[in-house]
């Protein structure tokens, strides 16, 4: 492939605010009802019917907005979105047009290129600027599976009909694939972290589509750009990008032309596909909605919002990385999940300070243990006080290393007490270097042609020395004294 191309993306987020129930009317936003459960004259546009704004969703849309660096305007107004489709029951959208809710965003996040086997290399600071946050309505859902004649028939659920969404739309900022994917994993986490959303993809809470062309390096000009949709995962996202900057250099590198189309990606055959053509595309004349007055919010409303946003994962990460020396994958892995953060916060003060000792424990042996049962941070039965203990009983030599993996999976299983299973074990390291010494001398005189060996020589034996008297102190001696004192002894 040609380097002299540049990529050039844009991105649309759809987050559906996490509301008991709809924007416009007081029907519950459960997920997973009975199909129509959840409907009202309102939300099924029957004639006559007027929709009440939710004020909840405007406090989460003011939420997310500020977590995304956006500026909330005083006053934004509802708009009225045109078109004609089976599930939306109005003919129109409720949404919002010229003037959003929020503008203006820049949001500092962290990104990477990836290798083959996908692993990040040299994480770096990026600025996206968020051109507008601004609050509208879901669609109901034509359903096409799983139901009786569904080849004569289309069923059209419209439970999510009236479902708060915040759409969230950027400047084309993004140079790679990699960016555009790290910035959707950064927006979700922010988004989660504020309690905004559950930005969860699988159950369609969060959706993206992405604006995607190429130009020549040092143009200035956009080329054709294809709008992609049915990214059902930030990864499908990512690979549908990168086939399409493919195929658009290819085509141009060949001195075809390109249409500007809406395609699809289809992970089954990993391509996309055209959905339609800029001809087919809609004017959705939009006008203000005349049933709801403009939204108006005071300055006191944003600040009250703003002081009582917890600290974000993005910052949260970079103190990680300040305050605490850790990598900034390890930093994101801690801050990726709130309870997490702070459960890793807690046990470094409770270790006496040790910050890598309690983030390397946390990352490689409770977190395993915790995938393992299903569990979030804060339902660990290990509570971060008792980690940190665990971290401290190592640092102070009094179990080792590896005698600590085992009291980590006996705490998890039974709630006890690192000190607690230690003492009932019996499983206090020996750092008394006069009973070592004993315990190296009967080694070593038990083991005379090794030794011969060895001091003509043959180092390698050095291991087995070792092994023989960690067998003999039945593993409770110190292995770094063992080491020091064998050394001296076998000199
Ligand atoms: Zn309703």
Same mark, same amino acid.
């Not at 084309?172 to 990699?178: A, C």
């Not at 974000?312 to 709130?338: H, I, V």
């Given at each position: 492939?040609?380097?002299?191309?540049?990529?050039?993306?844009?991105?649309?987020?759809?987050?559906?605010?996490?509301?008991?129930?709809?924007?416009?009317?007081?029907?519950?936003?459960?997920?997973?009802?009975?199909?129509?459960?959840?409907?009202?004259?309102?939300?099924?546009?029957?004639?006559?019917?007027?929709?009440?704004?939710?004020?909840?969703?405007?406090?989460?849309?003011?939420?997310?907005?500020?977590?995304?660096?956006?500026?909330?305007?005083?006053?934004?107004?509802?708009?009225?979105?045109?078109?004609?489709?089976?599930?939306?029951?109005?003919?129109?959208?409720?949404?919002?047009?010229?003037?959003?809710?929020?503008?203006?965003?820049?949001?500092?996040?962290?990104?990477?290129?990836?290798?083959?086997?996908?692993?990040?290399?040299?994480?770096?600071?990026?600025?996206?600027?968020?051109?507008?946050?601004?609050?509208?309505?879901?669609?109901?859902?034509?359903?096409?599976?799983?139901?009786?004649?569904?080849?004569?028939?289309?069923?059209?659920?419209?439970?999510?009909?009236?479902?708060?969404?915040?759409?969230?739309?950027?400047?084309?900022?993004?140079?790679?694939?990699?960016?555009?994917?790290?910035?959707?994993?950064?927006?979700?986490?922010?988004?989660?972290?504020?309690?905004?959303?559950?930005?969860?993809?699988?159950?369609?809470?969060?959706?993206?589509?992405?604006?995607?062309?190429?130009?020549?390096?040092?143009?200035?000009?956009?080329?054709?750009?294809?709008?992609?949709?049915?990214?059902?995962?930030?990864?499908?996202?990512?690979?549908?990008?990168?086939?399409?900057?493919?195929?658009?250099?290819?085509?141009?590198?060949?001195?075809?032309?390109?249409?500007?189309?809406?395609?699809?990606?289809?992970?089954?055959?990993?391509?996309?596909?055209?959905?339609?053509?800029?001809?087919?595309?809609?004017?959705?004349?939009?006008?203000?909605?005349?049933?709801?007055?403009?939204?108006? !919010?005071? +300055? @006191?409303? $944003? %600040?009250?919002?703003?002081?009582? &946003?917890?600290?974000?994962?993005?910052?949260?990460?970079?103190? *990680?990385?300040?305050?605490?020396?850790?990598?900034?994958?390890?930093?994101?892995?801690?801050?990726?999940?709130?309870?997490?953060?702070?459960?890793?916060?807690?046990?470094?003060?409770?270790?006496?300070?040790?910050?890598?000792?309690?983030?390397?424990?946390?990352?490689?042996?409770?977190?395993?243990?915790?995938?393992?049962?299903?569990?979030?941070?804060?339902?660990?039965?290990?509570?971060?006080?008792?980690?940190?203990?665990?971290?401290?009983?190592?640092?102070?030599?009094?179990?080792?290393?590896?005698?600590?993996?085992?009291?980590?999976?006996?705490?998890?299983?039974?709630?006890?007490?690192?000190?607690?299973?230690?003492?009932?074990?019996?499983?206090?390291?020996?750092?008394?270097?006069?009973?070592?010494?004993? !315990?190296? +001398? @009967?080694? $070593? %005189?038990?083991?005379?042609?090794? &030794?011969?060996?060895?001091?003509?020589?043959?180092?390698?034996? *050095?291991?087995?020395?070792?092994?023989?008297?960690?067998?003999?102190?039945?593993?409770?001696?110190?292995?770094?004294?063992?080491?020091?004192?064998?050394?001296?002894?076998?000199?």
């Amino acid at each position: 492939m040609s380097n002299s191309w540049e990529t050039i993306i844009g991105l649309e987020v759809h987050a559906q605010l996490s509301t008991e129930s709809k924007i416009f009317c007081s029907c519950s936003t459960r997920f997973g009802d009975e199909p129509n459960a959840n409907t009202c004259p309102v939300c099924l546009g029957l004639p006559g019917a007027l929709p009440v704004l939710n004020w909840r969703a405007v406090e989460l849309g003011a939420r997310a907005a500020l977590a995304l660096g956006l500026r909330i305007n005083h006053q934004s107004i509802f708009a009225r979105k045109n078109y004609f489709y089976p599930d939306l029951p109005k003919g129109y959208q409720i949404s919002q047009y010229d003037r959003p809710f929020s503008a203006d965003g820049t949001l500092e996040i962290m990104t990477a290129e990836r290798d083959e086997a996908g692993h990040a290399h040299e994480w770096k600071p990026m600025t996206v600027r968020i051109t507008r946050l601004h609050l509208e309505e879901d669609a109901g859902k034509n359903v096409h599976e799983g139901l009786p004649d569904v080849d004569r028939y289309s069923y059209i659920d419209l439970n999510r009909a009236g479902v708060p969404l915040a759409e969230i739309v950027t400047e084309p900022d993004f140079r790679s694939s990699w960016e555009a994917y790290d910035y959707v994993n950064h927006v979700r986490r922010a988004l989660q972290s504020v309690g905004a959303s559950d930005a969860d993809m699988e159950k369609g809470n969060l959706r993206c589509e992405a604006n995607v062309s190429v130009r020549r390096k040092g143009e200035t000009a956009f080329g054709t750009k294809v709008e992609l949709k049915n990214l059902n995962s930030v990864r499908f996202m990512q690979k549908a990008v990168e086939f399409e900057v493919e195929r658009h250099i290819k085509t141009l590198e060949s001195g075809g032309r390109l249409t500007q189309e809406t395609r699809l990606w289809d992970d089954r055959l990993s391509e996309t596909r055209v959905m339609r053509s800029k001809e087919e595309a809609h004017d959705y004349r939009y006008f203000p909605e005349p049933d709801l007055p403009p939204l108006v !919010v005071t +300055d @006191e409303f $944003i %600040a009250t919002i703003g002081s009582s &946003l917890p600290e974000l994962p993005g910052p949260r990460a970079k103190r *990680f990385g300040e305050s605490y020396g850790l990598s900034f994958s390890d930093a994101s892995q801690l801050t990726s999940d709130r309870s997490l953060a702070d459960y890793y916060e807690q046990a470094v003060e409770a270790s006496g300070g040790n910050a890598r000792g309690a983030a390397n424990w946390i990352r490689s042996e409770l977190l395993r243990e915790l995938e393992h049962a299903g569990l979030t941070a804060d339902k660990s039965p290990v509570p971060a006080d008792e980690l940190g203990a665990l971290v401290r009983l190592i640092d102070e030599d009094k179990i080792s290393g590896k005698q600590g993996k085992d009291v980590l999976v006996e705490m998890f299983a039974t709630g006890k007490s690192a000190g607690a299973i230690v003492e009932e074990r019996g499983l206090v390291q020996v750092s008394d270097t006069g009973e070592i010494d004993r !315990v190296i +001398d @009967e080694v $070593i %005189a038990a083991n005379p042609n090794q &030794l011969e060996h060895y001091r003509a020589g043959k180092e390698t034996l *050095f291991g087995f020395f070792v092994g023989q008297i960690m067998k003999a102190s039945k593993g409770k001696a110190n292995p770094k004294i063992v080491n020091e004192r064998l050394k001296e002894k076998l000199k």
